[in-house]
């Protein structure tokens, strides 16, 4: 069974960073494309990060230049490095894990954007 477990929200202040990670279990994690979500309250969730299996990356356009999507294989845990934080980037962000048509979720974890 595949488990994903994220880690590394919080409450910061615009213009700050955090580093969220996602360790993922049950799974051969190097064959997997990883992506990171987040759903503010009364929005639909959104994508915000993915990466592939070869390393390629994508962002949404709300985050580029901002957010950095990466992977250690050998850690099996990918990792999303958000910089100049904006209030707009509250929301719980999702960790997920794709293979084919099969995809996992993770828990989430709560990023709070505020002075």
């Known amino acids: 069974q595949v488990q994903l477990v994220e880690s590394g929200g919080g409450l910061v202040q615009p213009g700050g960073s955090l580093r969220l990670s996602c360790a993922v279990s049950?799974?051969?994690?190097?064959?997997?494309?990883m992506g990171w979500y987040r759903q503010a309250p009364g929005r639909q969730r959104e994508v915000v990060a993915t990466?592939?299996?070869?390393?390629?990356?994508d962002y949404a356009d709300s985050v580029k230049g901002r957010f950095t999507i990466s992977r250690d294989n050998a850690k099996s845990t990918t990792y999303l490095q958000m910089n100049s934080l904006e209030s707009e980037d509250t929301a719980v962000y999702y960790c997920?894990?794709?293979?084919?048509?099969?995809?996992?979720w993770g828990q989430g974890t709560q990023v709070t954007v505020s002075s």
């Open positions: 997920n894990a794709r293979r084919g048509a099969r995809a996992h």
């Open positions: 049950g799974s051969i994690f190097s064959t997997l494309v």
């Open positions: 990466i592939s299996i070869g390393g390629g990356t």
